[in-house]
Structures are given as C-alpha cells and as structure tokens.
C-alpha cells in the first residue's frame, strides 16, 4: 500500500470510529487494530489521534459547506435559496451520515474553526447579506437580517439534526416542512415586532 493509500485508509478507519465512538471514546490502539497496521504508523501519519481527527473534521466541513454555499450562490427567488440550502443540509446528512454525527459532536480539537456550530455560524454569515438585501427591498430594516439569519439556519440545523436521528418522515416531507415555517413565516413579517408586556 502507498503512503497516500495508507493515509486513506486511516481516514476512512477513523472517521468511522469517531462517528460510532466520538473522539473521546476512540483510541490509537482501535485505529491501528482497524486498520490493521502498527501504532507508529497512526503516529508518522497524523502524529496521533488528535490530527487525525482534526483532518476528518476539516473535511467534513469542506464538504458540508461547499454544499450549503453551492446552494446559495446561484440566483434566484428568496424561497428558491431556502429551499436548496434546505435540500443541501439534508442530503448531506442522507448521503455521510457518519461525517455529520462527528461534526454535531463537541470535540476537545478544533473547537474554534471546525464544530458543527460554527459551521453553521458560517453559511448564517451568508445567509445574513442575502437576508439584508431582501430586506431592503421589502422595507424593512436590513439591520436585524443578522439575527434572522442566525434564527433561520439554526432551525434548518437543528431540524436536521432531528431528522439524522430518527429519519422519519421522508427527507423531502421534512424539507417542504422546514421550508413552510421558514418562508411563511418569513413572508408575514411585522414591521416592528414588539411582545407584549408581561403582566
């Protein structure tokens, strides 16, 4: 087996073991036993399981938000972004079910650049102009698109993260579903929402 083969394979072998174990629950020792190599040779390859794992997770990043961002860069109808980007997430999810159970896990590596939330605080920060830009069509104040996009990618996450577990109902059901909260509730919007005073 080549060098880079080798290297492949550690991948393939940890990514499945940190997605069945998290990282904590994963050892050299499995890794190597998977594989069916030597310990060193995890060492010489990644210089232990804490760069192993940071490569796993760069690529399931670059993964997950060349989709989300694929989604978004093509032109089109605001409900039209919401509903690829709904679709991308989701068949990310569909298609590396392993990949999206280890970016949803906290991990003592990569804590600034490479978890789940601040991927998803990523595609909000795109979602953020796209929202504003909308928003001032509409008349309304293009200042608080920052929140609204962090309200409306975060319920895509989090229903994502719902539905890789329990897979139910169909993925395109949960998509249309997610779209209906996100763009009719979007379409209704108050000017200046205000709550009510507590009595």
Do not use: C
């Not at 904590?24 to 390859?45: L, M, W």
């Not at 989701?90 to 590596?109: A, K, M």
């Amino acid at each position: 087996m080549t060098a880079r083969d080798r290297r492949e394979q550690l991948l393939l072998v940890g990514r499945g073991l940190f997605a069945e174990r998290g990282f904590e629950g994963t050892s050299v020792e499995e890794i190597a036993s998977r594989a069916d190599v030597s310990k060193p040779v995890v060492y010489e390859h990644f210089g232990g399981k804490e760069g192993l794992y940071a490569v796993v997770v760069d690529r399931e990043v670059e993964a997950l938000l060349g989709a989300l961002t694929g989604s978004l860069a093509e032109r089109g109808h605001p409900r039209q972004l919401v509903e690829r980007a709904t679709r991308a997430l989701l068949d990310y999810i569909e298609s590396s079910p392993d990949g999206f159970r280890i970016l949803v896990r906290d991990s003592p590596v990569a804590q600034a650049s490479g978890t789940f939330s601040s991927l998803i605080g990523d595609v909000a920060n795109q979602v953020e102009h796209l929202l504003a830009h909308q928003f001032s069509k509409r008349g309304l104040h293009p200042d608080t698109a920052p929140i609204y996009s962090q309200m409306l990618v975060g319920m895509v996450a989090l229903a994502g993260q719902h539905w890789a577990e329990v897979r139910e109902p169909s993925k395109d059901e949960v998509a249309a579903h997610m779209v209906n909260l996100a763009w009719n509730g979007l379409s209704n919007f108050e000017r200046d929402p205000v709550m009510p005073p507590v009595d």
